[in-house]
């Protein structure tokens, strides 16, 4: 399988052309992060050359104090349009592929028509710079009040705004435990998923704990039809590389 490191969980401690290096010495074949804006951005680049492994996406950045983004955030239109050409800025020079645009926290019909008319605006700055846009429901036990939370919400703004640029992303963690039946809501919505994502759930512990019996699962991602990336985005109780026993087993499923 070709799994990926999310450097916003993984070696989060060191400056990201470092923890690049390190997910390619362990043996991970590409690499994903969330916020890679305080970063030296040269150095980075680099470190992705010389590791020879591609960056597959970054999150647009959290709002100044801090939230997870605004695109849903009815009177935040300006900032959070400001926030994804600063993506697409990065996504371009890391070479990424794929931008997650956060919806922030809201809720009613008013957000949901903000996002919309977001995402069609940032799918045409996407299209100009050849990015796919993925939206990702987040669990309401993390991130509560959060605007946009299960996979049928997701699928209907992303078939509303009827865009090829935007596509979904699927986190197991996150549906597990917003909604559980992850297999049979994975086939669901295939055809919309641009990205999957994984942790042990409920905590997002390595993917060789937890409820979730995930070296049998994300094979049965691929025998539905999934070929693409699959990211370990999970937090450790310690030092990322005592918690890497999981991966050459996945690796080679």
């Not at 995402?119 to 991130?143: G, H, I, M, S």
């Not at 691929?222 to 050459?248: Q, V």
């Amino acid at each position: 399988m070709k799994i990926a490191a999310n450097l916003g969980h993984l070696w989060k401690d060191l400056p990201l052309d470092q923890a690049i290096r390190a997910a390619a010495a362990a043996g991970f074949e590409a690499v994903e992060t969330q916020y890679p804006y305080a970063h030296d951005r040269a150095a980075a680049v680099q470190a992705l050359a010389d590791a020879g492994i591609p960056m597959l996406g970054v999150n647009v950045p959290p709002s100044a104090t801090g939230e997870p983004g605004m695109a849903a955030v009815p009177g935040r239109e300006a900032e959070a349009r400001e926030g994804i050409l600063r993506a697409i800025d990065w996504a371009q020079a890391l070479g990424a592929r794929h931008i997650h645009v956060m919806s922030g926290r809201a809720s009613g019909e008013a957000a949901g028509a903000t996002f919309r008319e977001t995402l069609r605006w940032a799918c045409e700055r996407a299209a100009e710079a050849k990015l796919t846009l993925v939206l990702e429901p987040l669990n309401d036990r993390d991130q509560p009040g959060y605007f946009l939370s299960t996979l049928a919400q997701a699928a209907a703004i992303i078939e509303s705004v009827g865009r090829p640029e935007l596509g979904l992303m699927f986190d197991l963690y996150h549906v597990q435990v917003q909604e559980g039946d992850v297999l049979r809501r994975f086939e669901r919505h295939l055809p919309l998923i641009r990205h999957v994502q994984f942790a042990g759930a409920p905590r997002r512990s390595p993917p060789d704990t937890g409820e979730l019996a995930l070296e049998r699962v994300l094979p049965m991602l691929r025998d539905l039809g999934w070929d693409g990336w699959m990211a370990a985005e999970y937090g450790s109780p310690g030092p990322t590389d005592d918690f890497l026993g999981w991966l050459p087993l996945y690796k080679s499923l």
